[in-house]
């Protein structure tokens, strides 16, 4: 069985157990605290980051787009070609731009701000304990996090899921992403339904039940957070 | 012909000419000045970063990343399945792997700062006229490129390439943004003999002249910088 180096509130890692869970492919969780920088994980993976996926063949695969395309060319094929990412190289684009949107921007300008200010820092605290969260980036993340969930709602409107008509890495990006945000209770769902109810539907996807299990101690999740009718 | 909208201090939009170059493709380019935020350049690409293609036939492909694996699939093939990138899944995933880190991680710790501050600063004035650069960041990035030459140096006396015996996608991630960090002479080529000697290769490559005769107003490059023998 594979082992993947993950944390449950980071996003990477959650996108990777949702690519694992959707290929069928179960996986050995270790927990890291990346802020750590131990020098086992440091051996793994130089950059320091989650998720770290440990392949019995292959071993380390680095990083949460390297890790699916991995997982596409060694899993998907057993479950049809285009199982999570289409055929057409026109469509991989697309999958692939809309992924990186939402790991990239969707992580650095809403995700990470959350989950650094309200959970990391009180879990990592500094050389004078822990630091206190920065209201400035929490602020931006509030403000943030809108245009993600209009955009999100936007592209569902037009194409069913956020890349075309079927599911793909892009919609398990997202969701990844927005699970995180969910968990501290921080998306408005009330501004836009298209979005709501497509994070509804991967919700109830088999391979989001260990997602809603996630729990991180001192920080509780939202109480609709594991809620399928929320 | 595709077009490619770029900038020539965009280290991501060198990467991709690189990838075109050496598919033997040839491109119109279109210069952009990002930070200008245009509608019809936001319309081609919401997320208002470059590099973004656009294919004759496909439409606009966004996103370094994304079009180097597109170009791969659909030019890649007719040159022989393994140019720029090898056909084992955890040799794929290495070169992924190098490619994100130094599109992601050297970009963001050295190229990213000197470009935006010794150039953008200027090239883009605030309201109250250009902005004067931040010596703390230029500081920053002077001190990270260091380890980062270093690491090339590593993976090139173990490897001949950086991820492998035969150049990748990741040797033209490196040498794009070790290009920009030259163009602005703030490479410390004395400090590895290896990284150099791996450049110096990189340099005389075909698909390097043309980034070879980049230069942006008002900021000439580095004297040395178009020299095959630095």
Redesign the interface.
């Known amino acids: 069985m594979p082992v993947l180096h993950h944390h449950p509130l980071s996003a990477a890692s959650r996108y990777v157990r949702l690519v694992l869970a959707e290929f069928g492919e179960e996986v050995t969780l270790v927990d890291e605290q990346p802020w750590e920088r131990s020098e086992a994980f440091l051996a793994l993976n130089?950059?320091g980051t989650l998720p770290v996926l440990i392949?019995e063949?292959?071993?380390a695969?680095?990083?949460a787009?390297?890790?699916a395309?991995?997982l596409q060319?060694?899993r998907g094929a057993r479950l049809g070609e285009d199982v999570l990412m289409p055929s057409a190289?026109?469509a991989?684009?697309e999958v692939?731009?809309l992924a990186?949107?939402f790991l990239g921007?969707l992580e650095s300008e809403v995700t990470g701000y959350l989950v650094t200010e309200k959970v990391f820092k009180r879990l990592a605290p500094g050389p004078n304990g822990a630091s206190s969260p920065d209201a400035a980036a929490i602020r931006a993340a509030r403000s943030n996090i809108r245009y993600h969930l209009r955009?999100i709602g936007y592209l569902v409107a037009r194409r069913n899921c956020l890349a075309g008509k079927e599911i793909s890495f892009a919609d398990l990006a997202a969701a990844a992403e927005i699970s995180c945000i969910d968990y501290l209770g921080e998306v408005p769902w009330e501004e836009d339904s298209n979005a709501k109810a497509w994070y509804a539907r991967m919700k109830s996807r088999p391979s989001f039940r260990s997602i809603l299990a996630d729990t991180v101690r001192g920080n509780p999740p939202a109480t609709h957070y594991a809620d399928l009718d929320f």
Chains 1, 2 share one sequence.
């Open positions: 130089p950059a392949d063949t292959d071993g695969v680095v990083g787009t390297p890790i395309e991995y060319e060694t190289p026109a991989r684009a692939r731009r990186d949107w921007k955009y």
